[in-house]
């Protein structure tokens, strides 16, 4: 066997040039969030300074906690939400407006944030509700509910529909079926939806500023304010934080999408 | 149980269509216990579709389908005492083999015990010992299709149903595993319905075979009778070879027909059992049953004007192992095919192209059909 071919220096330069125009800006936040200096351009030297005046700013810790309620909660129902409605897309009988309803379902994937803001907004104005925790919560579910949709359906899609068959000939009803065997089969699926939804609501500034209320605010929100009135050291370490985590959520929602897809195909070692 | 005499399973006049494709096309059929029925058809005929509608996945839009005396058309598949083994065999990635048999078992709300004894005796019997912890993504083909068996026999059905069960095996597979199949029906005693495209799997395996055509069962039959009596020429065509010579006229000799066609003369024929009405007509031959000779056949095969005698020149040789297949040009402007055995190592019979031969066969290796 012939080794594989070495990456010529071209490919080398551009891959180099591609990374460090996504990572480069990414790299020098994390960095700069280990500043001892109080001026965020200038270097120093190490602290962890600005990581303990976040712990201490209670404003900011509350925002983070409100940002993770609401990603969990909206998370969860979306993919609740998503979930049923791919499982009707696909499983169900051809019903009329089939085409339609996916359609829309597909909707907010390209619609863009402001119209979806802005019109949530109205309908809660107009049904007179309190702007807060539940308003964006909802909003979020509405944006990430088709991205869960979209993952378990593609998912549902490449299963064998003769594998519920099997499961009702041995003696399920189709409830049972469903979730004997084919819930088993799209969970990787549904876990890289929840992730997806999660991550999705916990960087969203545009939604959450239109339908958040006063007195909870999401932590980009409030990022977005202090920025506003001049960086400080210490948005660089809460974004540090949130980077973390958000890669965190991504890479398992990716290995469990993998696993999810080299499942019934190939053998998957893991 | 059904009494004595009676059929473990009756389909009366069921249908079925989809939108306007009328897919089954009231089919009526007796199965007895202990029965290895074959549904043969090209694709589309609607075997599979029938072969649903006993498993539960299809509702009849006509008829009824009795098991044991007891219509069952309408009854849900987690309802009926039938078992399918699917063409793909559907195993359920995500558990072992184990898992697989016993999944059925467990719904039956067996007890833990007699589930793992079930599940070892069923792996037993078709041998797949040692592989219980495995996943269907780690087996072979063959191995899939025996768990794919194992699952289906665990619950102990009153009847199996096989959808195209061999089709993804390859022909030397294929061929063991029919052998193994048969052993097996014939060992638990159940009935098998299998369904299939391929006419010599089903007259391998087989008791009875059902051929169907357009969502009509055109024949039902043993596979004897199905090869050798064909009830009509699109059979004779869809089941084997066979070479067809369309009637112009008859005429009565005794307990023989004469019968004149284009292509290949005048042929005697042996006055079939039910008259031979007007309209078209045609005599079908088996090539096995054409013999052929350099002179022609010779005193032992009884008087001359018994015997159907076809001068033509060999156009064409097709070797096959164990039989040759040679296209004769007749004289009379038609083709007739004859297999011939290689009973010889040594090709001291073979004919050559273009060498002048007789084709002959006897009145009683005609068949005439009525299309």
Redesign the interface.
């Known amino acids: 066997m012939r080794k594989v071919s070495r990456l010529s220096r071209f490919n080398i330069a551009s891959l180099a040039l591609g990374l460090s125009f996504l990572y480069l800006p990414i790299l020098i936040l994390v960095l700069y969030s280990f500043n001892a200096s109080r001026l965020v351009t200038v270097w120093g030297g190490w602290s962890l300074r600005w990581y303990h005046e976040f712990f201490n700013d209670r404003a900011m810790i509350e925002a983070a906690w409100m940002s993770l309620r609401v990603a969990v909660s909206s998370a969860t129902i979306a993919t609740l939400l998503g979930t049923l409605a791919a499982v009707a897309l696909s499983r169900g009988e051809r019903f009329r407006g089939r085409t339609l309803f996916s359609g829309m379902l597909y909707a907010p994937l390209v619609m863009p944030e402001v119209i979806t803001g802005l019109s949530l907004l109205l309908l809660f104005v107009a049904l007179n509700a309190e702007r807060g925790f539940w308003t964006v919560t909802i909003a979020h579910t509405t944006l990430t509910m088709c991205f869960v949709a979209v993952v378990v359906q593609s998912r549902l899609g490449s299963l064998d529909r003769s594998l519920e068959e099997a499961a009702m000939d041995l003696g399920c009803d189709p409830v049972r079926a469903f979730v004997s065997v084919t819930l088993p089969l799209i969970a990787p699926a549904i876990v890289a939806g929840w992730m997806l939804a999660f991550t999705l609501s916990l960087d969203d500034l545009v939604i959450a500023s239109f339908t958040t209320g006063p007195g909870s605010a999401t932590l980009p929100i409030r990022i977005y304010s202090e920025v506003r009135l001049g960086v400080k050291p210490e948005i660089n370490a809460i974004c540090t934080l949130v980077i973390a985590l958000i890669a965190v959520v991504i890479v398992i929602a990716s290995l469990a999408s993998k696993l999810s897809s080299s499942q019934g195909e190939s053998a998957a070692p893991l | 149980m059904p009494a004595a005499g009676q059929p473990l399973l009756r389909i009366e006049g069921v249908a079925k269509t989809f939108g306007t494709f009328r897919a089954v096309d009231g089919v009526s059929l007796d199965i007895k216990a202990g029965e290895f029925f074959a549904l043969l058809g090209p694709s589309g005929c609607g075997k599979t579709t029938l072969l649903r509608m006993l498993?539960?996945?299809e509702a009849p839009d006509e008829g009824r389908i009795l098991l044991g005396g007891k219509d069952i058309a309408q009854a849900?598949?987690?309802e009926r005492p039938?078992?399918?083994m699917?063409?793909?065999y559907?195993?359920?990635?995500?558990l072992s083999v184990r898992d697989n048999i016993a999944?059925?078992l467990k719904?039956?709300g067996m007890a833990r015990a007699d589930i793992a004894m079930r599940v070892a005796e069923m792996v037993a019997l078709v041998k797949l010992e040692g592989l219980e912890k495995r996943?269907p993504?780690?087996l072979s083909g063959g191995q899939c299709q025996r768990v794919a068996l194992a699952?289906?026999l665990a619950?102990r059905p009153q009847l199996l149903l096989l959808d195209e069960p061999l089709a993804a095996l390859d022909k030397k597979l294929r061929e063991s595993t029919q052998a193994e199949l048969m052993e097996l029906q014939r060992r638990l005693g159940m009935t098998f319905i299998i369904v299939t495209h391929d006419q010599e799997e089903a007259m391998t395996m087989a008791s009875r075979i059902g051929v169907m055509k357009s969502g009509k069962l055109a024949q039902v039959a043993s596979p004897r009778e199905l090869y050798e009596a064909p009830r009509s020429r699109w059979i004779a065509e869809f089941v084997g070879d066979i070479n067809l010579f369309d009637g112009e006229s008859k005429l009565r000799d005794g307990h023989r027909l004469i019968i004149g066609t284009r292509d290949a003369g005048a042929l005697v024929v042996a006055e079939p059992r039910e008259p031979v009405g007007a309209g078209r007509f045609s005599i079908a031959i088996r090539p096995e049953k054409v013999k052929l000779s350099r002179r022609g056949p010779v005193s032992e095969v009884g008087r001359e004007t018994a015997i159907n005698r076809l001068d033509g020149v060999i156009a064409d040789i097709c070797y096959l192992g164990g039989t040759t297949t040679y296209k004769v040009k007749l004289d009379t402007g038609g083709t007739v095919q004859a297999s011939v055995a290689n009973s010889a190592r040594l090709d001291v019979d073979a004919y050559s192209l273009n060498q002048h031969v007789v084709a002959w066969f006897t009145p009683d290796d005609c068949v005439v059909l009525q299309s």
């Open positions: 498993a539960g996945f849900l598949p987690h039938i078992n399918m699917f063409q793909n559907a195993l359920f990635p995500h999944f059925g719904r039956a996943k993504d780690q699952r289906a619950r």
